[in-house]
């Protein structure tokens, strides 16, 4: 009887530390984060936490800085103040293929080259594991990491096509069967669903969602329509004015006041039950109030 | 057609290995027998067997007996020049092929960032004015050639470099731009050049491999192989180039230090190559192509096969300059031109490919 009342004790502890192990791991963390180029500020103060399993989106009218801020994260730029931590590294201290093996970018726009096979370029991805200068063949690994990320995504059929041959909303897969060959623990998403048909937008956003839970990763998105943004985001943030308005569930950020201020138009913001998401309608654009006129108004 | 997926990747890269085995092979195969074809060729006729006789007997793998004037031939006169076009002609055409995955332009080119004209001022500068001649002696010319080709791709490397980093369209205007003003200053050369200096400068601006000989050989060898291997090894970072810069750096690729690497080997291989046979146009243009059309355009294949391609081609464009009107010798730059041309856009139009690769 002893006994049976100990092992559930114990696999309890080892099961709550393999979650713990898991909860630490595959996380962005950014600290006191400014940008900017010699004068100019273009990000200040931020601050926030992305966890494993959780899709956070970017958001904010154009110019607030959401590039930027995706480049800072793939330290592509430099920050002039705070820190952004990888799996609680600094990111200015990893070498470029430690950073690739840790996040994956899916860029906004990526050369096709009719040079290349689909199998050739989700092969890439391979790139930062790969440690043979010479040898210009796969390893069996490599080979079955590769085929096994375009299952994932679902395109193994392509295999062989040429990159030109594909449409444009499978090439924007392929790209992600890149990333996934990567075997990244953090995934980020630059505008993903920019010119793609409603359905390759769904496909995408349900394809990254599921990659975030099955992979316990952590994504960060940045995505343009807010309805999708409130759909498949576990948590916004809300840049605005080189500054996060706002941040939390999609909820709490999308509220008509937040999107008056931040995007300058009057919208509605409803509840639909059957996406079980909140749903904006975009009414009018706010003419002629400038910032402090809003304030005069009480908003902010 | 397809079996399961598995199945057909797996495939693929058998068959992408045996693609590339067999056309490595065939290439080497016939690079062989080009060497041994372009040393028969001559005003004396030496036989292929005998060709390789001597070979042997020189590498001390067999004995045999022949005349003191045949080994002559083989070996001071014919294999140094023949070895030497080859080096350069392989040097030629990777860096041709890095050149153009580097810059992600089809128009690329090993003299695109000037060093030809660079080289050519150098070389004008011995000729013309005699400067360096006291120093380097009989080197002078490939001395200073040398010096002119990477002097210049100095310069241009840093106009082009802006906040640590080189943008690639930068670097080519500059290029463009530099070069232009060097061709002018050779051009103004000309202009103050004896006629016997105006017409060496003329021969060397069209390139032979008339002068090549053994002690070129221990120079040339070593600086195009390192040029070689050191490119090669480069391979996987242009593949990744190809998707564009951006995506290469998030893929792990140091992409500004990979670009300088590049040419830097580049610049190593073209120097060498401009300065012992003068200015060879179109092997570092259309042999990548070339290879591209009938191999594929994997940086694995793509630079070793260019490669090889390059050293059979201008091999036999040299056997045919110092044969087709023996005993002068036409600039070996005219030959390449004359029958490469013709090729590339008989090729072209029959694989009915464009050639936007990018």
Same mark, same amino acid.
């Given at each position: 009887?002893?006994?049976?009342?100990? !092992?559930?004790?114990?696999?309890?502890?080892?099961?709550?530390?393999?979650?713990?192990?898991?909860?630490?791991?595959?996380?962005?963390?950014?600290?006191?984060?400014?940008?900017?180029?010699?004068?100019?500020?273009?990000?200040?103060?931020?601050?926030?936490?992305?966890?494993?399993?959780e899709v956070v989106g970017i958001i904010?009218?154009? *110019?607030?800085?959401?590039?930027?801020?995706?480049?800072?994260?793939?330290?592509?730029?430099?920050?002039?103040?705070?820190i952004v931590y990888l799996n609680e590294?600094?990111?200015?201290?990893?070498?470029?293929?430690?950073?690739?093996?840790?996040?994956?970018?899916?860029?906004?726009?990526?050369?096709?080259?009719?040079?290349?096979?689909?199998?050739?370029?989700?092969?890439?991805?391979?790139?930062?594991?790969?440690? $043979?200068?010479?040898?210009?063949?796969?390893?069996?690994?490599?080979?079955?990491?590769?085929?096994?990320?375009?299952?994932?995504?679902?395109?193994?059929?392509?295999?062989?096509?040429?990159?030109?041959?594909?449409?444009? *909303?499978?090439?924007?897969?392929?790209?992600?069967?890149?990333?996934?060959?990567?075997?990244?623990?953090?995934?980020?998403?630059?505008?993903?669903?920019?010119?793609?048909?409603?359905?390759?937008?769904?496909?995408?956003?349900?394809?990254?969602?599921?990659?975030?839970?099955?992979?316990?990763?952590?994504?960060?998105?940045?995505?343009?329509?807010?309805?999708?943004?409130?759909?498949?985001?576990?948590?916004?943030?809300?840049?605005?004015?080189?500054?996060?308005?706002?941040?939390?569930?999609?909820?709490?950020?999308?509220?008509?006041?937040?999107?008056?201020?931040?995007? !300058?138009?009057?919208?509605?913001?409803?509840?639909?039950?059957?996406?079980?998401?909140?749903?904006?309608?975009?009414?009018?654009?706010? $003419?002629?109030?400038?910032?402090?006129?809003?304030?005069?108004?009480?908003?902010? | 057609?397809?079996?399961? +997926?598995?199945?057909?990747?797996?495939?693929?890269? #058998? +068959?992408?290995?045996?693609?590339?085995?067999?056309?490595?092979?065939?290439?080497?195969?016939?690079?062989?027998?080009?060497?041994?074809?372009?040393?028969?060729?001559?005003?004396?006729?030496?036989?292929?067997?005998?060709?390789?006789?001597?070979?042997?007997?020189?590498?001390?793998?067999? +004995?045999?007996?022949? #005349?003191?004037? #045949?080994?002559?031939?083989?070996? +001071?006169?014919?294999?140094?020049?023949?070895?030497?076009?080859?080096?350069?002609?392989?040097?030629?055409?990777?860096?041709?092929?890095?050149?153009?995955?580097?810059?992600?332009?089809?128009?690329?080119?090993?003299?695109?960032?000037?060093?030809?004209?660079?080289?050519?001022?150098?070389?004008?500068?011995?000729?013309?004015?005699?400067?360096?001649?006291?120093?380097?002696?009989?080197?002078?010319?490939?001395?200073?050639?040398?010096?002119?080709?990477?002097?210049?791709?100095?310069?241009? =490397?840093?106009?082009?470099?802006?906040?640590?980093?080189?943008?690639?369209?930068?670097?080519?205007?500059?290029?463009?731009?530099?070069?232009?003003?060097?061709?002018?200053?050779?051009?103004?050369?000309?202009?103050?050049?004896?006629?016997?200096?105006?017409?060496? %400068?003329?021969?060397?601006?069209?390139?032979?491999?008339?002068?090549?000989?053994?002690?070129?050989?221990?120079?040339?060898?070593?600086?195009?192989?390192?040029? %070689?291997?050191?490119?090669?090894?480069?391979?996987?970072?242009?593949?990744?180039?190809?998707?564009?810069?951006?995506?290469?750096?998030?893929?792990?690729?140091?992409?500004?230090?990979?670009?300088?690497?590049?040419?830097?080997?580049?610049?190593?291989?073209?120097?060498?190559?401009?300065?012992?046979?003068?200015?060879?146009?179109?092997?570092?243009?259309?042999?990548?192509?070339?290879?591209?059309?009938?191999?594929?355009?994997?940086?694995?294949?793509?630079?070793?096969?260019?490669?090889?391609?390059?050293?059979?081609?201008? %091999?036999?464009?040299?056997?045919?300059?110092?044969?087709?009107?023996?005993?002068?010798? %036409?600039?070996?730059?005219?030959?390449?031109?004359?029958?490469?041309?013709? =090729?590339?856009?008989?090729?072209?139009?029959?694989?009915?490919?464009?050639?936007?690769?990018?």
């Amino acid at each position: 009887m002893n006994k049976l009342k100990i !092992k559930p004790l114990f696999f309890k502890i080892i099961i709550s530390k393999i979650k713990c192990r898991k909860m630490d791991t595959n996380e962005v963390k950014i600290e006191n984060l400014c940008v900017g180029y010699k004068n100019i500020n273009i990000l200040n103060d931020i601050n926030f936490l992305v966890g494993s399993g959780e899709v956070v989106g970017i958001i904010g009218p154009n *110019g607030a800085g959401k590039s930027t801020l995706l480049k800072t994260i793939t330290a592509v730029l430099r920050p002039t103040k705070g820190i952004v931590y990888l799996n609680e590294k600094d990111v200015r201290k990893m070498d470029r293929k430690e950073i690739a093996r840790t996040m994956a970018v899916v860029p906004q726009h990526t050369l096709i080259s009719p040079m290349f096979t689909v199998y050739d370029m989700v092969s890439m991805g391979r790139y930062p594991h790969i440690k $043979n200068r010479f040898s210009p063949f796969d390893s069996a690994r490599d080979i079955k990491i590769t085929e096994d990320s375009m299952k994932m995504v679902g395109v193994e059929h392509l295999s062989e096509k040429t990159l030109d041959a594909v449409s444009g *909303g499978e090439r924007q897969m392929v790209v992600i069967a890149r990333a996934l060959a990567q075997e990244p623990k953090i995934l980020i998403l630059d505008e993903p669903t920019s010119n793609l048909d409603v359905n390759h937008q769904i496909k995408i956003l349900k394809l990254v969602q599921n990659i975030v839970r099955g992979k316990n990763v952590s994504a960060i998105v940045v995505l343009h329509d807010l309805n999708t943004a409130a759909r498949f985001c576990n948590k916004l943030i809300l840049l605005h004015d080189k500054r996060i308005l706002s941040i939390g569930t999609p909820r709490e950020v999308l509220t008509i006041e937040n999107i008056r201020k931040a995007y !300058k138009v009057e919208a509605e913001v409803n509840y639909s039950k059957v996406i079980n998401s909140i749903n904006i309608i975009v009414l009018d654009e706010l $003419n002629g109030k400038s910032d402090d006129d809003l304030k005069n108004d009480g908003i902010s | 057609m397809k079996n399961s +997926d598995k199945k057909t990747n797996r495939n693929t890269t #058998t +068959d992408k290995k045996r693609k590339y085995f067999v056309a490595l092979v065939l290439l080497i195969l016939t690079l062989f027998g080009v060497i041994i074809f372009s040393v028969m060729l001559g005003p004396v006729q030496i036989h292929p067997l005998t060709t390789i006789a001597v070979f042997l007997n020189k590498l001390g793998l067999i +004995d045999a007996n022949w #005349t003191q004037a #045949t080994e002559i031939i083989v070996i +001071d006169i014919r294999a140094p020049r023949i070895l030497i076009a080859a080096l350069v002609g392989a040097g030629l055409a990777i860096a041709g092929a890095a050149m153009q995955g580097l810059f992600k332009n089809p128009m690329a080119e090993p003299y695109i960032l000037g060093m030809s004209s660079g080289a050519a001022v150098g070389a004008a500068l011995v000729i013309v004015l005699g400067i360096g001649v006291g120093t380097f002696g009989a080197l002078s010319i490939q001395v200073m050639a040398f010096v002119g080709a990477l002097g210049t791709i100095l310069i241009v =490397y840093s106009i082009a470099r802006t906040e640590g980093k080189v943008p690639v369209e930068t670097l080519l205007l500059a290029g463009i731009a530099m070069g232009a003003f060097l061709y002018a200053v050779v051009s103004a050369m000309k202009f103050i050049a004896s006629d016997e200096a105006l017409r060496n %400068i003329v021969l060397w601006l069209m390139g032979s491999f008339a002068r090549s000989q053994w002690d070129d050989l221990y120079v040339v060898t070593p600086l195009i192989l390192i040029g %070689i291997v050191g490119l090669y090894a480069f391979s996987r970072e242009l593949n990744a180039m190809q998707f564009g810069e951006e995506t290469a750096m998030y893929l792990g690729v140091k992409v500004e230090t990979v670009k300088k690497i590049i040419l830097i080997f580049a610049a190593l291989i073209t120097a060498t190559g401009v300065s012992h046979a003068g200015i060879i146009g179109f092997v570092g243009l259309i042999m990548p192509h070339v290879v591209r059309i009938l191999i594929g355009a994997d940086h694995h294949i793509l630079l070793p096969a260019s490669a090889l391609a390059g050293a059979i081609f201008l %091999i036999l464009a040299d056997t045919l300059a110092r044969t087709i009107a023996s005993p002068a010798e %036409i600039p070996v730059g005219i030959i390449t031109a004359f029958v490469g041309a013709p =090729y590339f856009i008989y090729l072209m139009r029959k694989k009915k490919k464009t050639m936007s690769w990018w």
